[in-house]
């Protein structure tokens, strides 16, 4: 069985089902999530379908454009908002696990030349000060600087596909500096705030395996694998108490990548394979932390797979628990249907599905399979 003390929750971002948000995705023709899943206005009910289901934690993100939509200007009616998030959490004994930066930005930061900016750091840690100094009051214990910066990175200033579409190598080894030093400043300014709290880095670590005999197909697995899943781990070692994972992917190399079977498959065509959690999870062993995952889940409207999904992920979670790894929580993504960034609103990652004409949600059955597992511990 699971320990007693086992978080379990959904998660979601700020950007992705609040909806009337104005940040520099909104800006961006293919990036208007309009009113999303108006989460915004429906999140006590939204949490109370939670608590339903067996949730005891959530995470979410705060929205830093909402907070200082002007720079230096902080907008107390959405600071008030998001007291009254994490007091009605709190009311429904849900665990609030607090993410500060979920990929969006201010439009004066993102015109600014945004991570790019030389005062970028800066910036940041006057929006964390105010964040932690606000709430501190509240008793959250669980904070995330920031999301998968490796994925903002690579989509970003790589390949150039999201927001601010700066495909250049340069560039992207640049802003991935800046976000290491505003995660490393953060970690301080929280700690300092909330002295109690648990402050992680939420990565997307992928498993990189190495299939059959050819030596080159090992190094290249093990290469990438030390800079996709540990660079940013390494390089802000010392500040952080604990590592928030999110797992989608398994990259089976053999004379190049993605040689995957994709014996089973979502709806966006990503290969379901939940081993490759159980080797993510023993891979982080060596940093000897606390872990939560803080995502697991996959496109599938028809709801067909997620049950199987979920059982099937919890059970290599298990067996990472039990060969040593202090796992500690468990978040799906997510709680409802979202806007999924340049993929729009046609994948459905949700437990509860959403029409986006009248925002009624309706709880699919994989969620009520997922409450079961809750109830009883065990897969």
Not at 24 to 36: F, I, L, N, T
Not at 195 to 224: D, H
Not at 238 to 245: V, W
Request: proline share 4%; charged share 25%; with cysteine.
């Amino acid at each position: 069985m699971f320990p007693p003390d086992f978080l379990w929750g959904a998660a979601t971002s700020a950007y992705q089902v609040e909806g009337g948000n104005k940040s520099d995705w909104s800006e961006w023709p293919k990036g208007d999530a309009g009113q999303a899943a108006n989460h915004y206005r429906l999140f006590k009910k939204d949490f109370d379908s939670a608590k339903s289901l067996g949730h005891n934690a959530h995470r979410f993100s705060i929205e830093w454009s909402r907070i200082e939509p002007e720079e230096g200007k902080f907008n107390e009616e959405e600071l008030k908002h998001y007291e009254e998030i994490i007091r009605a959490l709190k009311d429904r004994s849900l665990e609030p696990f607090v993410t500060l930066w979920h990929f969006t930005l201010p439009i004066w930061f993102a015109e600014k030349g945004g991570w790019l900016n030389k005062d970028a750091v800066r910036y940041f840690e006057r929006y964390v000060v105010k964040i932690t100094e606000t709430y501190k009051h509240l008793g959250v214990k669980f904070w995330i600087t920031m999301n998968e910066p490796e994925i903002y990175a690579f989509n970003a200033y790589f390949r150039g596909k999201w927001p601010p579409n700066n495909k250049n190598i340069l560039s992207c080894w640049r802003m991935a500096k800046k976000l290491i030093r505003a995660h490393q400043a953060a970690y301080v300014i929280i700690k300092k705030s909330v002295p109690y709290a648990e402050v992680g880095l939420v990565k997307n670590n992928s498993y990189f395996e190495s299939y059959g005999l050819n030596p080159w197909n090992k190094i290249l697995s093990s290469l990438t694998n030390d800079i996709w899943n540990h660079y940013f781990l390494r390089r802000v070692g010392g500040s952080y108490d604990f590592i928030g994972l999110n797992y989608y992917f398994h990259n089976r190399i053999n004379w190049g990548f993605n040689q995957n079977e994709n014996k089973s498959v979502s709806d966006l065509g990503w290969e379901i394979y939940p081993e490759g959690l159980y080797r993510v999870l023993m891979d982080l062993k060596r940093y000897k932390k606390p872990v939560y995952i803080t995502e697991n889940g996959l496109a599938d409207a028809n709801d067909s797979k997620r049950a199987a999904f979920i059982k099937d992920h919890l059970s290599w979670a298990f067996k990472a628990i039990k060969d040593g790894v202090d796992l500690k929580g468990y978040f799906h993504w997510s709680l409802m249907d979202n806007f999924e960034w340049d993929k729009g609103f046609a994948p459905r990652f949700g437990l509860m599905e959403v029409d986006y004409k009248t925002f009624k949600r309706s709880v699919r059955p994989s969620a009520f399979a997922y409450r079961e597992i809750i109830e009883n511990r065990s897969v």
